[in-house]
């Protein structure tokens, strides 16, 4: 099983981008989702994760503010908007499934991960 995100790409800073992760499950709503990101020589940071529901939320504290996930179970698809994006937001996007139905942050509970859409901040 893929997930696949998309919707990474060059953009100024201050701009806005919409990433989509289309993950094709038969139980989808039944699990939490989330967003990592990693940069060439870091670690993989979490950045959203959202609960099966779509209903309760948990980002890290540098995007708060400026990111928002959602999700539409109709569609099997979560997203990440990013606005006011800052230099510092480049890295490679994953989207991931974790095995809980509460938002988390550890890593190590998601067990499916797609692959990662790259984006780019401009100063």
């Known amino acids: 099983v893929q997930l696949q995100a998309s919707g990474g790409g060059l953009v100024q800073a201050g701009g806005s981008l919409r990433l989509s992760c289309a993950a094709p499950?038969?139980?989808?709503?039944?699990?939490?989702m989330g967003w990592f990101r990693r940069t060439p020589g870091k670690e993989r940071e979490f950045v959203a994760s959202i609960d099966k529901n779509g209903v309760s939320t948990l980002y890290q504290d540098s995007v708060k503010g400026r990111f928002t996930v959602s999700r539409d179970n109709a569609k099997t698809t979560v997203y990440l908007q990013m606005n006011s994006l800052k230099p510092e937001d480049t890295a490679a996007y994953y989207c991931?499934?974790?095995?809980?139905?509460?938002?988390?942050?550890?890593?190590?509970?998601?067990?499916?991960w797609g692959q990662g859409t790259q984006v780019t901040v401009s100063s």
């Open positions: 499950l038969r139980t989808f709503s039944s699990y939490a």
């Open positions: 991931a499934r974790a095995k809980r139905i509460a938002p988390v942050r550890e890593a190590g509970i998601y067990d499916l």
